[in-house]
Every structure is written in C-alpha cells, then in structure tokens.
C-alpha cells in the first residue's frame, strides 16, 4: 500500500466532528463573531437581518408555491414557522396564538451549540419570521424575548401582528408588507 492511500485510509478513521453541517454552521458562528467583535452586536446584527430577510422572502414564497396559495392566513403562518424551523434541526413549537399575536417557544437551535454567546445569528430567525409574516398579514413586529444565544434554556419568539399598545412596548423589529423590514 502506498504512503498516500494509507495517510488517505488513516485520515477517514479519525474521529473528528467535521461534516458540512458542522463545518457550514462553524462559518456561520465564526462571522457573526467577527461582525460582533469588529462592528459591534448591533450592526452584525444588521448586517445577518439582511440575509434573513432575504431567506424570509424566498421560504415564504416556497411554502405558498407548495401550498398553491398566494398569501398564507395567521394559522398557515405559525404553522410554516414551526414546520421551516423543523426542517432545519430547531425545535419551535407554538405557546399561543391569536389575531394579534404568535408566541412562540423552542427547545432546540438550529445553529445547535454554535449559537452560544452569538445573538447576532438570532436575527436570521427575527427576519425570517418577520419577513414571513409581514408578506402574508401586512405587519409583524418580533421580540426575541429569551434566547439559547444568551444562556437561556430556550427561546421565546413573540411575533406581533398588529400595532397593539403590547407591540409598542417590546423590543423588537418592525417589518411591513413588501420591504421585508
């Protein structure tokens, strides 16, 4: 056996926790440090609605070209956020639901242990339902109340679909009908 097809046979067996899902969620992690170091939390996270808002706009349009619809009601909302959030590893599931709001809950981030002490990343998931719900029902405001990225146990999204007195109180991001933010 040669040198080469031996270090290649030796190199396989090694147990290193490098796949793509690692390594593309390592990169994600990595940037949003970088943008948070270098820019600052605020911008980063900035910089990462961007991108989200983008991804928001092009999921959305998936599910209602799957749905063969062309808006998505409150409920086909909150479902397509829990069922997106699925799809890809999170754990999202609905507390509440009303014509003014969706809470939602979640056990389990997407970006897994990557996520920690990175909350810039937490806007893909802000822009993404924003943009969703936005496109769908004309406005969203959403509060990312508690977060795995911050240390807690698990999220709580609350996704406001009105401009309610409640809505203007929290901290969140606004999003409207066609800018997606």
Known sequence: MNSSLKSETLLKNLKISLERDVF????????????????????????????????????????????????LTREQVADVFVDLKRRIQGDFYIIEQTDEKIVLGNRACPFAEKVIDRPAMCMMTSNVFGSIAADNLGYAKVELQETIATGAPGCRVVVYLKPTAEAEDSQGREYFKGDGG
């Open 24 to 71: 593309l969620r390592t990169l994600i992690r990595e940037l949003a440090g970088t943008l948070q170091d270098v820019v600052g939390l605020e911008e980063a996270s900035g910089f990462i609605s961007v991108v989200g808002q983008n991804m928001g706009r092009q999921i959305d349009q998936d599910y209602k070209a799957a749905l063969e619809v062309s808006h």
